[in-house]
């Protein structure tokens, strides 16, 4: 069994592709009505271009059952269509106790994703039970893209390195729970200076990057700073800007032509850089 | 339709309660396989005796379809069973943007809870959705039960107030969410002092209180500087140790004596400081 790490960087190169696409089915944006359906279609469209798929878990839930279903359909779909592509749930699970167990159980073995967003609030309790496998991965919520992320993540703590702001503390912090290589970590490409100096300080571990696309994110100066020394190592998700591309029944096409889009411009910025595939 | 702090406060006047039982069918403890027939044990003698039920999603989720059929299920037997009790989803949701208005949807709308724990890490965009209906509440996870919610709740930040821990930091902010009166805070059992300093800065609102039993927070300690001047707004929750109270076929006996232990000891508390319900 390959480890979290190892399948994440040939998921990359297999795609020459930092593209994520994000599955995020809000009822009343999707040209169609049927789930499994529409994100068959994405993902069909999509599969040779991305290294990820990251359905976020609330669109599911907020459907019922109906939509756990489609959930479970979707992972069969990305496996059978995208065998090379790493699952994410964006699930931002966090919480103490033999409730971080249950958490880790339900995503990695009941719904078997490969990889989950966890939410650090609790403190290395609730993270370390999403990092005991090496073959799956946990991408701490480290700097958040909306705008309240700042509320709480850029106050400034007295902490063991000198006054920083809590991102900052909290990505030295979560390092020390790596023992096995799988942690990564969510930063938004709102924030490129901090994404800058996360990277700084993690310089290897893989960066979940959202907040290109719909939200407005800077993604020529998220690559830059969100990459590591070789170019890699950044998963720029789109969700919204890829899979509501087109609101008409050309929806897939429209899609697949975001996507291509997408990895062009940041497989430009790498070949700038001379990091390119090649 | 009441409010819900209407509904909290009327569950625990008819109870005489202030105890909350955690519905958390850990498979390894439980003495019976089934969890909706476990849950509907427990609920069945223990409804007289308390004001809330808390099942946390991370069981279910981690007993996939059949787990989330039984928390249907579950939630329909308190509506029938105790009527009076509120129903409290930890989730320890939080995320941002479309998908924290996801999450509020799917806890009060699919699943019909009376209210949620949520978890504040990503600040107020990822708080707020779940406080628009005055008639459901959120207790936001201010200071946690277990050792390492030390790890960021504790630190000193540079805030507008001075410098203070943050878990008071976010106390105050969230007060400024409060527009309709149903935010709740969680504050663990097990540091009776930071709860005496969130109810200094929060006077009035309701504080969901987990941690006693199992995890050996002070219970005598949690209500004094837990509850409210009138001795109220303090819902003290169990889990381990009221449904697995007993091994054994007698589990539900077990957990109504456990049940009725905690109602009675906190009543004592609440009497001696000349706060008792009659």
Same mark, same amino acid.
């Given at each position: 069994?390959?480890?979290?790490?190892?399948?994440?960087?040939?998921?990359?190169?297999?795609?020459?592709?930092?593209?994520?696409?994000?599955?995020?089915?809000?009822?009343?944006?999707?040209?169609?009505?049927?789930?499994?359906?529409?994100?068959?279609?994405?993902?069909?469209?999509?599969?040779?271009?991305?290294?990820?798929?990251?359905?976020?878990?609330?669109?599911?839930?907020?459907?019922?059952?109906?939509?756990?279903?489609?959930?479970?359909?979707?992972?069969?779909? /990305?496996?059978?269509?995208? %065998?090379?592509? #790493?699952?994410?749930?964006? =699930?931002?699970? *966090? &919480?103490?106790?033999? $409730?971080?167990?249950?958490?880790?159980?339900?995503?990695?073995?009941?719904?078997?994703?490969?990889?989950?967003?966890?939410?650090?609030?609790?403190?290395?309790?609730?993270?370390?039970?999403?990092?005991?496998?090496?073959?799956?991965?946990?991408?701490?919520?480290?700097?958040?893209?909306?705008?309240?992320?700042?509320?709480?993540?850029?106050?400034?703590?007295?902490?063991?390195?000198?006054?920083?702001?809590?991102?900052?503390?909290?990505?030295?912090?979560?390092?020390?729970?790596?023992?096995?290589?799988?942690?990564?970590?969510?930063?938004?490409?709102?924030?490129?200076?901090?994404?800058?100096?996360?990277?700084? /300080?993690?310089?290897?571990? %893989?960066?979940? #990057?959202?907040?290109?696309? =719909?939200?407005? *994110? &800077?993604?020529?100066? $998220?690559?830059?700073?969100?990459?590591?020394?070789?170019?890699?190592?950044?998963?720029?998700?789109?969700?919204?800007?890829?899979?509501?591309?087109?609101?008409?029944?050309?929806?897939?096409?429209?899609?697949?032509?975001?996507?291509?889009?997408?990895?062009?411009?940041?497989?430009?910025?790498?070949?700038?850089?001379?990091?390119?595939?090649?």
């Amino acid at each position: 069994m390959p480890t979290f790490l190892q399948k994440l960087d040939d998921a990359c190169a297999a795609s020459q592709s930092l593209v994520c696409v994000g599955l995020d089915p809000e009822p009343s944006r999707m040209p169609i009505l049927d789930v499994l359906e529409f994100n068959r279609e994405i993902i069909e469209a999509t599969a040779d271009l991305v290294c990820a798929y990251k359905p976020n878990l609330s669109f599911y839930e907020s459907q019922g059952m109906t939509g756990l279903r489609a959930l479970e359909g979707t992972l069969q779909i /990305i496996r059978d269509r995208a %065998p090379h592509a #790493v699952t994410i749930a964006d =699930a931002k699970r *966090g &919480d103490g106790g033999p $409730s971080a167990f249950a958490y880790a159980r339900a995503m990695f073995q009941v719904w078997g994703f490969d990889s989950v967003t966890v939410n650090p609030w609790g403190g290395g309790d609730t993270v370390k039970p999403f990092l005991e496998d090496a073959s799956r991965g946990a991408f701490v919520w480290c700097r958040g893209s909306y705008a309240s992320a700042a509320d709480l993540q850029d106050l400034e703590v007295e902490s063991p390195y000198g006054k920083e702001p809590l991102y900052k503390h909290l990505a030295r912090t979560s390092l020390g729970w790596n023992g096995k290589g799988n942690l990564g970590l969510v930063v938004g490409a709102t924030a490129p200076e901090q994404m800058a100096a996360v990277r700084a /300080i993690a310089p290897e571990v %893989p960066f979940l #990057v959202p907040g290109v696309g =719909a939200q407005g *994110g &800077d993604l020529e100066a $998220s690559v830059r700073c969100g990459v590591d020394a070789n170019g890699r190592r950044a998963i720029i998700n789109s969700s919204r800007g890829i899979i509501f591309a087109s609101p008409g029944a050309d929806f897939a096409d429209a899609a697949r032509n975001a996507t291509a889009s997408l990895r062009e411009a940041i497989n430009r910025t790498l070949e700038g850089e001379g990091k390119g595939w090649r």
